[in-house]
Each structure stands twice: as C-alpha cells, then as structure tokens.
C-alpha cells in the first residue's frame, strides 16, 4: 500500500523543500531587485550630488576671485586719479575745445594711458587712439551707454575694473569722469603688463583645472566673458550654437540653461555666475558652459545591472541554501558600499570605502574613493585659494573688517589695528565698530548700520575716528551686508584715513577765499570804471551836441538871412556844413548806443520774432514810398533773447540791406532762419552791394565801412551795435558776400537761460 501511495508522488519533504525553494528564490529575487534599484538610485543621486557641489564650489570660487581682483583693481585708482587731474587741467586750457587737445602728448603725459572722449550719444568722438574714433558704445554695449548716461550729469572720479579691451582683449583698467562743461564723458585705458602676472594667482583657469579633476563625470568647461571671449583663451572662435546659447543667455534671459543630448549622451549646462556690480560699468558675469558625459554614468548603472542580473540568475540555478547565500553574498556588499558613500556624503570625508571581494564591486568601491580624494584635495585647494585671498586683504593699505549683526568686530587686517592704534589681541575683548566713533555721531552711525543689514546701498559716510589713546581723525567708511547662503550675518568694509584730504580740502577753502577776495577787488574796480563812463558818456551827450546845435543853428541863420544874397557855390558850402553837423550828431548817437549796450540789464524772454520783423520792415518801406522792394519772410521760430535788443539787431540787420539795394533795380530782401547742430540760425539776405570777403573781420568794427560815405552814409556803429548784442546773448554772428552778388548775415543766440 506504501509503494501505491507513493507512487507518482513526492515526498512531502521534497514538496516542502520545493515550496520553501520557490519561497526562498522569490525572496532572494525581490532582495536583488530591490539592491539593484536602491544602488541605481544611489548612484544616479550621488552623481547629481556631486554635480551640485561642483557648480556651487565653482560659483564660490568665482566670486571670491572676483573679490580679490576687485580689490587689486581699486589700488590703481589713486594713479588713475592722478591721470585726470592732468586731463581735466588740459581740458580746461584748450577752452573746451577737444580739438585744441595734443592727445598723444597728453598720453605720455599721464603714463601711456590711452585717452577717450565719449559724447552724448555714446560715440568716441576724439581719441589718442585713432582706431577707437566713431566706437558706438550704444550698438555693442548698450548697458555701458546706460552707465555713463547715469553718470552724465554729476562730477569727480568713477573706477572700474580691469577687464579685456574690446579689440585686442588686452587686460585694461578704465576710469570715467564726467567733463567740466558736461560735454563729455572722458575714459582713460591703463594697460600694464603687469596685470597677467600680479593677477596670476586669482585665475579662473586654476578653478576649471579643479573641477575637472574633481568630478570625473565633467568633460570640459569653457568660460565665456560678456564680449564672448574665452576668459583663458581670447582667440577661441565661439560655435554657431555657442553664440545662439551666450546671445540668449546674455541679452535676453540670463539665467542658467540645461540642453541635453541624447545622442551624444552629454549635457550641456549654460551656467550663469552674475559678478555685475552698480557701482562698476564693467559686467564682470561669468557665463560658463559645462559639459557632462552622461554615457559613464550609464555604464555605471549597466554595471550594477549586470551583477544583479547575475546574482538573479544564480540564484534560480543554485536555489534553497546556496540561493540565499549567493543572494546574501551579492547584496551585503552593495548594502555596505552604500553605507559608506552615504556616511561620505554626510561630510565624513575621512571615513574610508571598505573593500570588497568582488573585482567589479572592488572598482566602484576604488572609483569613488579616488572621487573623495579628489574633493579633500579640491577643499584643501580651496583652503590654500583663501589663504591667498587673506594674504591680498592684510597686504591692502586700507582697513578692512567684518563685523556681526550687532557691530562687534569679527575680522580686521593689519592696517585696521594700526589706523586706531590697536593690537590684534583686543579682538578678543569684543570690540564693536562703533566704540572707533565720537558719541555724538554712534546715533546716526547706528541708523545707518541698521539701513545697511535691511538691504540698502550705502556708497561711503564720513566720519570722526577715535583711537586707542583718544585722539581723533576724519575717516571714511564704505560698508555692505555680508551674507551665507542668502542669510545677512553681519557687514564687510573698508575704513580710509582722510585727514590728508581735509588738508587737501583746507587749502582749496583758503584758495578759494582768497580768490573771492580778489574778485570782490576786481568787481569794485570794475564799477569804479563803469561810474567814469557814465561821467564819460554824458560829457559826450552833453559838451559835444551844445557846439553841434550851435553851428547847425548858426548856419540855418545865416542860409535864412542871407540866403537872396548867396550864390550856388556858397549855398553849397552851407549845405555841407550842416550835412555833416547831422551826420556828426548821427556818429555822437552811434556812440553813446554803443556805450548804453554795455551797461543795459539783459531782459531775455521767449519772443517770436515775426511780428517784429514785419513791424521793422514797414517802417523802412513808409521811409521809402519811392522803393519797390520784394521782402520775402520764410520761417522765424520763437528765440530766448531781450525783445529791444532783438529789435535793434533786425533794425540795423534790415536797414542795412534797405540802404545797399538802393542802386540795384529789382531789390530783394530775405528773412529767414535754418537749422544748424540742432539749434536755430537766422539770416538777412540782399542782392545789393555786396563786400569782399577779405576784409570781413573790419565788418563788425567801430568806425570800420566797406564803402565810401559818398556811396552809402552811415556812421560805421551799427554793426559793432549788432555784434555787441549778439556776443551778450552768448550767440555768434557773420557774413557771406561777394562784391555785386549781395551779402547774408547770419546769427544765432546762446544756450537758454
């Protein structure tokens, strides 16, 4: 019966062992496969990870490189400084006037920096540098023309930084300072072969260096400044792509892209390190392309798929016992590697990768040891990087410190200690910034402070220092927020010694005194003399009419009484003589008019000078019944002037032109005005007499005529009247002719106001 029974079946061991098999293999599958997912995972994330900390680390480097070339840049400000006084001082002698400028002798002048005048539309409009007349900033730089717009209309030195001339990419230091008369903005281009090898030491070529060995997964890195130039390698030519991407990224969006590459199996990371500071017009950002292979970190995963695969298929071969050891043998190495990169990831870099048995898990293991050497060395670089950076601050000749969100000073250079007379001990006796400042200026002092830490700009404040041993100086401090990851932890800043500036201050005060002294000595002088003319001008008015009216009225006497008894000739004589009385009253008229413009208070207003001129006209055509003159009165626009003083300019303008078209059949006068430079110029044209133009400088002239008294009278004033009126509207006036071909006189006035 036993045999029947068995027959065809199993023992219920086997069938338990079968069970427990099949249990078992299930179980040891799951095991694998959850291994498999939870190492992908962790494999994928470390990578991710260690993408992160590779752009951070490189953000970071960046902008503490950034800091210390900020600060190397800023020691050659005082030269630069230095540069355009000499500038300015030129400026002013050549009267304004760019043209008048040696500018290539100014350049040796001032140590070889090149000098740049840059007009109102952004245009380089005279140079040291030929090459660099017509640039137009607007085009290639708009956000430099928008620098110097805001900077147009305000006065003294603006630094920036040292960055790639826009030809060559040579390293140049440019300064800006606004021009006395506001015409320009003058720059000034230091070049120095220097600043390669004093900057070495700050390179960003370093940092790539860096990451690259850091991360096995980066490729290559190309960093691109704001011209698009590699910053390490100027001559390298940017691809279409390359071009399409850093347009995008610099004018448009300016944030960070990612483009990934499926079949390269690479990503591309367009990263943006914005290093733009308001107070420079240099754009110093970074835009960095870094480029990951994404196929090593596929193979990776393939790998731990394989050795899972592996142990799934040894697990189903051997099953029961030797599945489960198989299984145990497999996962508790993943388990332990897994261990030890997430107890490396936690920060303990010194927390070594067990080794493992298994040549493939042997190599990841192996791998990424290499990887955390290579970012203990990376920190002990970036350690070495700050050490240099230090080195920079305590080497600068101005203080520099830090302090905490309660002004307890934290960090202070060599320099600072001795500006107040301290040691670096007292640091540790919680010395707070404001204990450097007289008491009654902590209050204001404290505003500020508080000002700052909430997010304002402060551009400098000037106060009275005092030192360890009482005694007080001026002082200026230039201070900013200092932040942690987005967090205001205290404020960074610089503190200058100004009392040689005050001295400086001093003595311009004492110049400027004495200056105003002498002017006050001058403008008594010069009304001293004004009194001695008027005494002048009515003895003219009055001793030289009185024998006048005597010989005209004597003369009349003697043509009425004797007048049957005098011949032609005689009568002639007579006529003559009171001829030139009036004509020596008309001179004696000239003159004092001439002497009132001098004296007259200038009344300008906004006038349209149209109604006056037809208003002029008439009165010369109602003197002249006789004339037929075609007077043609094109476009006259309103002008800033005093309205008598205008009126006399077109007066003796149109009378003018009555009196030398009166030989000329078909008289023509003209009136009109044209644009020149944006501003309004008027003329007065004729067809008459005409003059040539070698003796135009006598035009304007007292006393000086062009033709004979005989030909066309007049006492030679009207003229200088008109130039005089004209030279006190701060305008400019002059003539065109040629002689039989009439004459044009143009004029214009000066600025408003």
Sequence with gaps: MTKRQNDGKLPYSYLLMGILFLIIVTALIAGIWMNYESAKSHTVENAERLRAMTESHMDNSFRMIDTGLKLYDNTYNQKMQDAFEIVMAEYVLSGEDPSLMDLPALKDRIG??????????????????????????????????????????????????VVMEWYTGALTKY??????????????????????????????????????????????????????????????????????????????????????????????VWRVID????????DMSIFAKLTYDDAMLKRELDHIGILNGFAAFLVILSGGLIAMMVSRKLSRPIERLVEDVNIIAEGDLDHAVRPFPSLELSNLSGSIQVMVDRLKAQIRQCEASEERFMDLVRLLPQGVFETDLNGNITFANPIAFEVFGYDPEDLDKRINIFDFLTTKERTLASARFGEIL??????????????????????????????????????????????????????????????????????????????????????????????????????????????????????????????????????????????????????REWISPEPMVREVISEFLNQAPGRKIDVRIGSLPECYADPSMLRQVFTNLIGNAVKFTSKTENARIEIGSLFRDEKAVYYVRDNGAGFDMKYANKLFMEFQRLHSQEEYEGSGIGLAIVERIIRRHGGEIWAESEPGQGATFYFSFGVEG
Excluded at 175 to 200: Q, V
Aim: glycine letters at 6%; charged letters at 25%; hydrophobic letters at 35%.
């Design 112 to 161: 070889g920096m090149d000098i740049h005048l840059i007009n109102d539309q952004c245009v380089v409009e005279h140079s040291s540098s030929p090459r660099e007349v017509g640039l137009d900033f607007s085009v290639i730089y708009p956000d430099f023309c928008q620098y110097l717009h805001k900077i147009w209309n305000s006065s003294g030195y603006y630094p920036d930084r």
């Design 454 to 603: 909430a997010g304002k700009k402060s551009h400098g404040s000037e106060y009275t220092g005092i030192r360890k041993d009482g005694s007080t100086f001026p002082i200026m401090v230039y201070i900013a927020a200092r932040k942690e990851e987005g967090t205001v932890t205290g404020t960074r800043g610089t503190i200058v010694d100004i009392t040689h500036l005050k001295k400086v201050e001093e003595e311009i005060r004492e110049l400027n005194a004495e200056l105003e002294a002498r002017v006050a000595q001058r403008t008594s002088e010069l009304e001293f003399a004004t009194r001695e003319m008027e005494a002048f001008t009515y003895s003219v008015s009055h001793d030289l009419r009185s024998p006048l009216r005597a010989i005209d009225g004597f003369s009349h006497l003697l043509s009425e009484s004797a007048g049957p008894c005098l011949d032609e000739k005689q009568q002639h004589f007579i006529d003559v003589i009171r001829h030139n009385v009036e004509l020596m009253d008309n001179l004696i008229d000239g003159l004092l008019a001439l002497s009132r413009m001098g004296r007259q208070e200038l009344k």
């Design 275 to 282: 290093l733009r500071d308001p107070d420079y017009a240099a």
């Design 175 to 268: 300064g800006y300072m606004p021009s006395p008369d506001h015409r320009y903005i003058i720059e000034l281009a230091l070049r120095s072969e220097s600043f390669a090898g004093e900057r070495m030491d700050l390179q960003y070529s370093d940092v790539v260096r860096e990451v690259q060995a850091f991360n096995p997964y980066l490729k290559e890195v190309l960093l691109f400044q704001k011209q698009k130039r590699l910053i390490y390698n100027t001559s390298y030519i940017p691809s279409p792509e390359e071009s399409e991407m850093l347009d995008y990224i610099l004018w448009e969006n300016r944030s960070s892209q990612i483009v990934t590459d499926e079949n390269t199996g690479k990503t591309v």
